[in-house]
């Protein structure tokens, strides 16, 4: 007999002899995790967390243009120019 101690949404996996487990296919499209990618396993109030080491590649321009607070005037062309004259 098995016993679902809590969850938010019903997904449940078998581990197998391996210790391995599946990740559903809904789970794994909705964060973009791909064969190959790295999870970070971490134990939190008894339950067993999985965390992607990956970027969020649904919208990768969202995620660059939230690195900065507000927009930034650049004269890229200048950057590059003054770097070459730094040699």
């Known amino acids: ?3 679902v101690v809590h969850s938010d949404f ?3 996996v078998k581990v197998t002899r391996r210790y391995q487990v599946t990740l559903p ?3 794994r499209e909705e ?8 999870l970070k396993v ?3 109030n008894g ?5 992607p080491l990956i970027p969020y590649r649904k ?3 969202e995620n660059m243009l939230n690195l900065v607070s507000k ?12 770097s070459w004259n730094e040699d």
Not at 32 to 38: E, N
Not at 71 to 82: F, H, N, S, T, Y
């Open 1 to 3: 007999m098995y016993y």
């Open 10 to 12: 019903m997904n449940i």
């Open 25 to 27: 296919k809904k789970i």
């Open 31 to 38: 964060l973009g995790i791909r064969i190959g990618d790295f």
């Open 42 to 44: 971490k134990i939190e």
């Open 47 to 51: 339950r067993i967390i999985l965390e």
């Open 59 to 61: 919208k990768p321009i």
């Open 71 to 82: 927009p930034v005037d650049i004269d890229a062309v200048k950057l590059v120019e003054e």
